[in-house]
């Protein structure tokens, strides 16, 4: 069965500081990958989507990047966090061509 | 107006009641429809998956799509504490971007 990873858990980072979330699948090859972000009462936010090995699509401009080193890897960085970077981190993945998307356990961070 | 509206509730209702919860939204070219159950600090997981218009039932869920009033519901049937969670409806046209609900937070009392 296949099993999606996420970490770490939780992160409290200064603001200006560097970022690294990251992303790991297990039991599938070539899935489909995604970045949100979930804001208190809010709705999901794609971040980013990728469909392969450094094929990063971004969905909002903004502080933040993606990448995908590896199949089922997928890394959310940045160089210098803001205040409103704050905020429930998800990543999810899809079977290639299939629209069911299954989330990871997610990273809670707070910029202070 | 958002593409997708959900009550955001809360939602409280006692144990073994019947749960309707519901979005609406505006684009006519969504086809794909699911539900995702959210524990608190947890991840969103998938309930439910339907195509186009009709209704698919699964235990003591049951979705319903009605495209021609752009209108899903979901319903859990005799729903239990372990069911108080933020439902989150979601959609997409074909592609990559699912468009999701705010959720709706229930809470069912033992």
């Known amino acids: 069965s296949q099993t999606i990873h996420q970490w770490p858990a939780t992160l409290v980072q200064p603001v200006g500081s560097p970022l690294s979330l990251e992303c790991t699948v297990e039991?599938?090859?070539?899935?489909?990958l995604y970045w949100y972000r979930q804001a208190a009462g809010r709705g999901l936010q794609l971040l980013f989507y990728?469909?392969?090995?450094?094929?990063i699509s971004s969905e909002v401009p903004q502080n933040l990047s993606a990448s995908r080193p590896q199949d089922r890897q997928f890394i959310l960085s940045s160089k210098k966090l803001l205040l409103s970077d704050s905020g429930f981190y998800l990543c999810?993945?899809?079977?290639?061509?299939?629209?069911?998307?299954?989330f990871g356990p997610g990273t809670r961070l707070l910029v202070l | 107006q958002k593409e997708v509206e959900q009550d955001p509730g809360p939602l409280s209702v006692p144990e073994g009641a019947i749960v309707s919860l519901n979005c609406t939204y505006s684009?006519?070219?969504?086809?794909?429809f699911m539900w995702y159950r959210q524990y608190s600090r947890k991840g969103p997981e998938l309930l439910m998956y339907?195509?186009?218009?009709g209704n698919k039932e699964d235990g003591r869920f049951t979705a319903q799509v009605d495209k021609s009033s752009k209108y899903i519901s979901l319903f859990i049937r005799d729903s239990q504490p372990s069911d108080s969670a933020t439902y989150l409806c979601a959609m997409l046209t074909g592609g990559f971007k699912t468009i999701f609900g705010a959720g709706t937070r229930l809470f069912v009392k033992a």
């Open positions: 684009n006519s070219a969504f086809q794909y």
């Open positions: 039991g599938t090859s070539n899935p489909n």
């Open positions: 339907t195509y186009s218009s």
């Open positions: 999810a993945w899809s079977p290639g061509g299939m629209e069911t998307q299954y």
């Open positions: 990728s469909v392969g090995i450094g094929q």
